[in-house]
């Protein structure tokens, strides 16, 4: 085993990742390099610069990723209308392989040949991030504190942390806090009461998004604009993918909208239950939909939902950098080269309703579909031998079967 000599930490400045740098050092006795993303996670990263000087680290990098992961990660699953499992908008799983792409980067750029991370070894988020690396840069090797020091609990991590003077936040002394993941898309919470499915949960569990019960009274009727299958504006503004993002994160959250209680089936095979709050996410994905519904043809419309579960499940378990997840993108971005115009959202008391819809690229043809008299040539007796060549197989099975 070649020894080694530098390593790449995706490090938060939170409680666990601190205590895996100072491992790092102790253990491997190396240079370790910080990594921090910037997400819109709504966090400070100035302290993590602090902390991470504080450990002696020289190198230090803070990286505002949030246009990168919104344009090049968020709206790309976007266009495929992905959810896992019916109903996960996928939040953490489209994250990771930003961050591990990233890692490899800055792992090349300063000619470090492991990177670490923070993931435990019950979670899937191992399993993302080191997909990802494996895809990007075979020759590097990684590390998983979690899975491979023997600390086995939150109680032995913080006596860890008290012998190696690091300070514990004070809300974490005394209960331990949720497992809580944030991004520009979403933020999920998980452990502690979480873990009973039959629980019910609390309301401050919630992060970013009212109770809808709590929410306006009035509805608040908003505009996106699209292109291409890539929403571009809000009420007439052009935004840049982050900027409408979070914009769409502040009117969801106020009116309640995308909150999700979910038991989920992880990767590696067991059950759990979270809590997600996706505002944003959850009215483009409706409004989506809506500007999909009169710019694209059937068949097509129905192929994208059909392999939409599989791409679905290839984000959640990994395989953003594997082949068959760039040709199902493939087919997805071609889908959308007329999927533009413009569509209404009703936002009211936690849901997000398309109330209107334009396209100048629309399928729709009103003079087609009318019950008034219309212009079009539309014979009516080609409906009535269509039902008949249909119904040929079901008069067969039907008289056959009363025999
Ligand atoms: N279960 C979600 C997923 O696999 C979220 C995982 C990270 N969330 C957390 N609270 N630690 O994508």
């Known amino acids: 085993m070649t020894k080694i000599e530098k390593i790449v930490l995706s490090y938060s400045g939170g409680l666990d990742t601190s205590i895996i740098l100072k491992w ?4 491997y006795g190396c ?39 919104v344009s090049d990660f968020v709206f790309p699953m976007l266009r495929a209308n992905a959810l896992y499992e019916g109903q996960y908008l996928l939040g953490s799983s489209i994250a990771r392989p930003l961050i591990a792409k990233h890692l490899v980067g800055i792992a090349r750029e300063v000619g470090a040949h492991a990177v670490a991370h923070g993931a435990t070894g019950k979670g899937n988020d191992q399993v993302r991030f080191e997909l990802a690396v494996n895809a990007l840069d075979p020759s590097i090797t990684i590390i998983a504190p ?21 300070p514990v936040p004070s809300d974490k002394r005394g209960e331990a806090p949720f497992s809580i993941d944030a991004n520009l898309l979403h933020t999920s919470t ?12 609390p309301d401050h569990v ?43 994160n502040g009117l969801g959250g106020r009116h309640g909208i995308g909150r999700l209680d979910l038991v989920e089936n992880r990767f590696i095979g067991m059950k759990s239950r979270g809590i997600y709050e996706t505002p944003g996410g959850t009215i483009l994905l409706a409004a989506h939909r809506g500007i999909e519904s009169i710019t694209l043809d059937r068949a097509a419309a129905h192929l994208k939902d059909e392999i939409m579960p599989r791409y679905a499940e290839l984000i959640y378990n990994g395989f953003w950098f594997a082949p068959e997840r760039e040709m199902l993108q493939a087919l997805i971005d071609q889908s959308q080269t007329f999927v533009s115009g413009e569509v209404m959202v009703r936002l009211y008391k936690g849901s997000a309703s398309v109330i209107s819809r334009t396209s100048p690229l629309s399928l729709y043809s009103a003079d087609l579909v009318t019950f008034e008299e219309s212009a079009i040539a539309y014979d009516h007796h080609d409906a009535e031998g269509f039902i008949r060549l249909n119904g040929l197989r079901l008069r067969s099975w039907a008289a056959r079967n009363s025999r």
């Open 190 to 201: 998980e452990g502690k009461i979480l873990e009973n499915p039959a629980e019910v949960v």
């Open 206 to 248: 919630y992060q970013r998004t009212v109770d809808p019960v709590d929410a306006p009274d009035t509805p608040e009727i908003i505009t996106i604009g699209f292109e291409r299958g890539d929403p571009v504006s809000v009420n007439g503004k052009s935004m840049t993918p982050a900027a409408l993002l979070t914009e769409l």
């Open 31 to 69: 240079e370790v390099v910080t990594f921090t993303a910037d997400l819109g996670q709504g966090e400070e990263l100035e302290p993590a610069r602090a902390k991470a000087e504080m450990s002696g680290v020289k190198d230090i990098r803070i990286v505002d990723l949030r246009e990168e992961f």
């Open 24 to 27: 790092l050092q102790e253990t």
């Open 146 to 166: 979690w899975r491979q020091w023997n600390i086995r609990s939150r109680m032995q991590l913080l006596e860890y942390a008290e012998k190696h003077h690091i």
